[in-house]
């Protein structure tokens, strides 16, 4: 189905930097979110994010502080002419919002991954007219986030973007939620002129994954970012290790390259992302095989066996050769990564048998 869009109409654009949307991972206390807010408008901000309810992967986290938020919110706006926005997952989240006068809304990764919830946040919200940006569900389904976005888009929202939130994996790695950019590319090739935001914060997890997240969003022509910004990231009662104050989120946005995003450059640039996640992938896979290859080490020092048995060495250089060939590479660069992969398993299970 093809998605029935319009601009989203946020902010009036300079061109010099993308669109931007800022804020707290949540709204704590008043205090908190004015602050945080007048910063932020002050370095030229125009769209204020906070959360007012969160969701928590186990109970006794905080919860975000519920409607009471919603004032502070319309504080921001008054105080500072920002748009405000949050997150909403239910019925009763889209009709606070919509009495309070909220800007605009998100969806989170979470109420994406579940139709029923889209489907009750799309029926609260038919024959209104708000922006909605849909983010990816936590896991990599390129289907079901389009899923969301044409059961809002049905419900009569046209002014539809997505924000690209990184994928959920079961070990923690590098990146708290892994970018997976082809997803987003694809989605972008399926539904053209749908805008993208990318979220650097929850993809990275960490202040210092921001502004290369950040440019790497720019490099593939993402319309926009949403950044967590606290007044006092350290503080922060949800998602402290990723925030950064205003005035960091200043210096990464004006240190960001905006190129001129033409065909070519945008989507080799599209391949090298690939190409980089590839390569990471292999790394981590390589990681994998030398920890078993040291249990073994550990197993065979136990038994007074040799670390090197000639015949299922010649049996994996075989099969992975034949292997190769069947996959469209020679037989022979295969047999070299694997002699390379082998002697720095020996290596490893040498050391273990010299502990
Ligand atoms: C958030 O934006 O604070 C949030 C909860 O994000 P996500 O749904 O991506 O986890
Ligand atoms: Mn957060």
Not at 169 to 177: F, G
């Amino acid at each position: 189905m093809e998605l029935n869009l319009t601009p989203l109409n946020l902010t009036d654009q300079d061109n010099k930097r993308p669109i931007v949307i800022a804020g707290p991972c949540s709204a704590e206390t008043e205090e908190q979110v004015m602050n945080t807010a007048t910063q932020l408008s002050k370095k030229g901000v125009k769209l204020f994010r906070a959360g007012i309810w969160k969701p928590r992967t186990k109970p006794g986290g905080f919860e975000g502080v519920g409607e009471p938020g919603l004032a502070w919110l319309q504080q921001v706006q008054k105080e500072t002419g920002m748009k405000v926005c949050t997150e909403v997952a239910t019925h009763a989240h889209v009709e606070a919002c919509l009495k309070a006068g909220v800007d605009l809304l998100w969806i989170g990764a979470r109420t994406v991954a579940n139709p029923f919830a889209m489907q009750e946040i799309a029926d609260t919200l038919k024959g209104v007219d708000i922006p909605i940006l849909v983010k990816n569900p936590v896991n990599p389904d390129l289907e079901l986030w389009i899923g969301g976005l044409e059961r809002i888009n049905q419900a009569g929202i046209t002014r539809l973007g997505v924000i690209h939130r990184g994928f959920s994996t079961y070990e923690k790695k590098l990146y708290r939620n892994l970018p997976m950019w082809h997803i987003p590319i694809e989605l972008r090739r399926r539904c053209p002129g749908l805008p993208i935001f990318g979220d650097p914060s929850h993809i990275g997890g960490k202040r210092e994954l921001v502004a290369p997240l950040c440019q790497q969003a720019m490099d593939l022509g993402f319309d926009g970012l949403i950044v967590e910004s606290h007044c006092n990231p350290d503080a922060a009662w949800s998602d402290a290790s990723q925030q950064v104050t205003p005035d960091v989120l200043d210096f990464i946005l004006d240190k960001l390259v905006i190129r001129k995003i033409t065909e070519t450059t945008e989507s080799l640039s599209a391949l090298r992302h690939q190409i980089d996640e590839i390569d990471n992938s292999l790394i981590e896979l390589m990681a994998k095989r030398m920890r078993i290859s040291r249990e073994i080490g550990e197993y065979k020092r136990q038994h007074d066996m040799t670390v090197v048995q000639t015949t299922r060495y010649t049996e994996i250089l075989d099969k992975r050769g034949a292997q190769g060939v069947l996959c469209g590479m020679s037989s022979d660069f295969i047999k070299d990564v694997f002699e390379s992969i082998h002697e720095e398993s020996v290596r490893q299970q040498i050391e273990i048998m010299n502990q």
